[in-house]
């Protein structure tokens, strides 16, 4: 799915800005709202969660339905004989979609673009745009909601007919099964955009060979692939692709809709050294000219991943990931698309000497990937399946949409060279045995072929693991590459790291026998930044950083162990309760981004890890 972009041939208009709002039913909201002017509106700002934009009204509570509302004026001149499209580049978590009062559509997922044609549906002059959004989560939603039970770490006192009483009389809520608030709203940018009425429809670029072991200024042969898709009445035969390079000077050409292109001197995208091309295509007009013809402009990168002799090679040569997981989370915007902040994410991430981080747990703004292209930092791409267990790997609606929302991500996210792999899902359940672990494998390896399939690059695939029986575990060590989470140290033999760092090799020689590489995506420690101690107790500064230093130091024992991406980048916030204060705080980072002890220890012993061959 292309991204919206305003060049010769077309027209993008941001809808961004201060909507009107009403919260509504947690089953519905009134029919009349969606074509006339909401009553009694608050403001509300887009891109932006709604939870934290007004203290008059508990946002942070609701449970069901709001209502957007805006109108946009259009110069008829514009649009006149073009293709228009409304996209969202996402809603969360479900969205019904109204037009000057006519329902376009819905939408389920709240982490990937969707678009309507609204072609001859939107009309000169004022429109009125109603946008309603449900932010409920249940055991059929991506991310998982418990339903009837307490949320993830939810403390409870089952049984006692008191407590029971008041689970009774609670009012219906969110119980979400994952460790992150649920920001709900329209967290993401919402454009109009036209096209031609023959228009370019989607370009894939992949990497079919290269030089391997180029460095960064150094070139050689390479080989690409394009496939370019067409929408409307247009002709193949009328696509044009001229490849640019990083400064816009054209260095090959080709004609027709999909074909391999020779580059006899290219620059390779590496980590740390991102080098971006441009992929001019054009679709020549009906009349053979480019007068009412269409054009986009992909950037991509030259760069090859594969997994071999446990090792992941990006180039041809072993890659060790430093970095993170992170969240889309911050003060007042909640999880909404706030560039500035991820220019600043960015700029730590330099500053840590780090080199990737997993967009957990759930499928980032685009805008991010865009920034981790041109500034050399790879990702592992993950979708909204969290909180998973057994009874969903039975339930066969929630398979048919996390099909779809694999196949979404990856057909938004397939040409970003910053991409290194795709991640199913995080922390799915799946160590119980028997049964029971059989029908996680029975989900999850469709999946796993899935991703496969449909990613042009054919990028390896694995699935995030959490701390569980890795010997009734059937699923993990399929994957291509073995992620685990794991917290020795702190959710179990807790501040003892000696036990913790015999824990973990006890482990690590299991998963010797396996034959696949294995990375962390996550290992960490709670630390409320300012408390300390000689001798570093949990939740002090010293004691994470002795929790890295102690973990670290075995993991570096072990050849085919590939990567340390810890947990978590920043503090972020969570749901209330006994087990977190005003959220999470494993960050090394503080929420409003300041230095824990730990990054100070980490910044220095990432600088003296190469991006390859560390463990060659
Ligand atoms: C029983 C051990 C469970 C460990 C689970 C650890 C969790 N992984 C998923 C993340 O979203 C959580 O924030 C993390 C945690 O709680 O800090």
Redesign the pocket.
Known sequence: MLYPQTNDARLVFSLDGVWDFRTAGETDYPSEWTGAALPEPIPMAVPGSYNDQNDITDLYGVYGWVVYQRTFDLPGRVIAGQRVVLRFDAATHAADVYLNGEKLGSHKGGFLPFEFDVTGKVKPGENLLTVAIDNRINQSTLPIGNEGNVAF?GSDNAGIPSVEAGKRYAKPQNRPN???FNFAGLNRHVELYTTPLAYIADVAVTTKSVTEGLGEGETGPATIGYDVTLGGDADPAAVKVEIQDAFGNPVAQATGAKGEIDLPAAHLWNPGAAYLYTAHVTLAGADGSAADGDQYDQTFGIRTVEVKDRKFLINGKPFYFKGF?KHEDSYFHGRGTDQLLNVKDVSLIHWLNANSFRT??YPYAENMYDLCDREGIVIIDETPA?GMSWPQYTNKPLFEHHQQVIRDMIARDKNHPSVVMWSLA??PWYDQGGEKSESALKYFTPLYELAHEVDPQNRPVTIVC??NDYTKDLVTRTMDVVCI?R?YGW??LSGDLDAACYALNVELDWWEKIGKPVMFT?Y?A?TMEGVHGTHGKMWSEEYQRDYYARINAEIDKRPWFIGEQL??FADFV?IQGTMRVEG?R?GILTRDRQPKLAAHFLRDRWSAIPNFGYKA
Request: proline share 0%.
């Open positions: 770490f994952f460790d992150f997981g957990s747990h969290v995080n922390e959490c701390q989470n917290y959710y179990n996550e960490g709670d947990w978590n969570t999470n494993k």
